[in-house]
């Protein structure tokens, strides 16, 4: 079973303004903002404007208009930053094996450099 929301979680203060951050992009589905600590030269988070926790809970229980709308803004926000050539990765981590810090799903978009291979 998936954990209860937890509003106090940082993303949940980041989509209310609470807390600041360097936003790229956002619609009535998603928020893109700057990784604060990123691990490629462009390293941004989109996450769903709804309280889901992970990629599990989001998957299970939105609406079928949100996931369109979250699925869209991860590609937009990856054209309009010029990283579909030469490319870029996607990265959504679930869970404690998965290592998912911030229990408000999101997903990583890295790009700005070749990326290798994919690490376990
Ligand atoms: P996770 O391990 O949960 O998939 O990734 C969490 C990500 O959130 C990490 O890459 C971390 O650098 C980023 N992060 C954590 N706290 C903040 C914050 O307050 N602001 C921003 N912009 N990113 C954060």
């Known amino acids: 079973a ?3 929301y937890d509003d106090q979680n940082i993303f949940a203060k980041i989509l209310r303004g609470e807390i600041p951050s360097k936003r790229v992009y956002e619609d009535d589905h998603a928020l893109a ?7 490629a030269p462009q390293h941004i988070l989109v996450i769903p404007k709804g309280s889901y926790v992970s990629w599990d809970d989001f998957a299970a229980k939105a609406p079928d208009a949100e996931i369109a709308g979250f ?3 991860v590609g937009h926000v990856a054209r309009e930053a010029g990283m579909v050539e030469p490319g870029y990765r996607l ?6 094996d998965g290592h998912q810090e911030v229990p408000h799903l999101h997903v990583h978009i890295f790009a700005g450099r070749p990326l290798g291979q994919m690490l376990a």
């Open 71 to 73: 699925v869209r803004a």
């Open 2 to 4: 998936t954990q209860p």
């Open 91 to 96: 990265l959504a981590n679930v869970g404690q």
């Open 33 to 39: 903002f700057h990784d604060i600590n990123p691990q």
